[in-house]
């Protein structure tokens, strides 16, 4: 009998953390929407409990980013699970949180703690203002070193899974951090100038489109994708503004997207290719590693994609291989001629 309650705890245990795992998109969103409803970030950092929680502002938030659980899955296909297993998981499971035990106590706090963090970065990001160690500190509260180290990683894995960016330090002596770009957008990121948060992670997003695509999508499957996750064209959405713009325009025009006629296509229609941008500052890999990151599993379930992701990896590396052997022959071949005396010649 003890055996078998551990193994019941185990699984609830394991139940959990899957829940908690699709789920962390959602509060990454809900974050970013709360984020949004203030000019500044004090009310986050001072627990300002007239402030709405994640929760309360997640039905404003729906459709700003792709929904949460809204991934394209190894097959290429997208997968656009609802909430509905969870509440019946929840129902089915309901006896077991019927008597809190001090585990999911702490469990909540430490859930509470990271949608808070969560909510901080992107505000900080967002109002273009330094993410300071002690502000953070100030946010978790009680808290020993290697519960915020874990927290910290857990918030900055989120919003990297969602929005493309990387939890940075840029000033080592004041403790100051930054959410950077993974690509080179104008703006980290923001592409417009002023406040914004990152376009990176749609541009990742549609980046895999294209390349599971066969590395070309035309304009009706990358709107497809878009209009799941509940991004129109001619409609304005609070992250990425008018979103045709951003994708048939600015991104064409920066060189991360190529959009051309299908050949022989009558009527016309069009496609989008990467751009010689997205080419030079990410990779095949790169993109699916972000995806794999937003389906909460690794690359290599992208088969077959993985292995061609894999072959240009190798390609690139023999090009550089290449590249640096004659370079240095060059080099040899310039010291040698440098050497020469007029008497050699």
Not at 178 to 195: E, F, I, T
Not at 220 to 247: Q, S, T
Not at 256 to 284: H, I, N
Not at 313 to 328: K, L
Request: glycine share 6%; with cysteine.
């Amino acid at each position: 009998m003890p055996r078998r309650r551990k193994g019941k705890a185990r699984a609830r245990k394991k139940h959990n953390q899957t829940r908690a795992d699709s789920k962390s998109h959602k509060r990454v969103q809900e974050a970013a929407a709360v984020g949004d409803e203030s000019p500044s970030c004090s009310s986050v950092l001072d627990g300002d409990p007239q402030r709405p929680s994640a929760t309360e502002t997640s039905s404003t938030y729906q459709g700003s980013w792709r929904p949460s659980s809204t991934t394209i899955t190894s097959s290429g296909a997208l997968d656009t699970r609802s909430d509905k297993g969870d509440k019946s998981q929840d129902k089915e499971h309901s006896w077991s949180s019927e008597v809190p035990s001090p585990e999911t106590s702490c469990s909540d706090l430490l859930t509470t703690k990271l949608d808070l963090l969560e909510q901080f970065l992107l505000c900080k990001y967002e109002m273009q203002e330094p993410i300071l160690k002690e502000d953070m500190l100030k946010i978790v509260g009680e808290i020993n070193p290697d519960q915020f180290a874990d927290l910290i990683k857990t918030a900055s894995d989120h919003i990297e899974a969602v929005f493309a960016v990387d939890l940075k330090e840029v000033d080592s002596s004041n403790h100051a951090y930054d959410l950077v770009s993974k690509l080179n957008l104008p703006n980290n990121g923001r592409v417009y100038a002023g406040n914004g948060l990152p376009k990176t992670g749609l541009l990742m997003s549609i980046l895999g489109v294209i390349f599971m695509k066969g590395n070309s999508a035309t304009e009706e499957d990358i709107w497809k994708f878009l209009n799941i996750m509940e991004v129109y064209a001619g409609r304005e959405h609070r992250i990425y503004g008018e979103p045709w713009k951003l994708i048939n325009t600015d991104l064409v025009q920066l060189q991360y997207l190529e959009y051309r006629q299908v050949p022989d296509s009558d009527p016309a229609r069009y496609e989008f290719l990467w751009g010689p941008r997205a080419r030079a500052e990410t990779s095949k890999m790169q993109v699916l590693q972000f995806l794999a990151k937003g389906g909460d599993t690794g690359p290599s379930a992208f088969s077959p994609w993985y292995e061609e992701a894999l072959r240009d990896e190798e390609r690139t590396r023999a090009t550089e291989s290449v590249r640096a052997a004659t370079g240095a022959t060059a080099r040899h071949d310039i010291t040698a001629l440098a050497a020469l005396t007029p008497s050699d010649v």
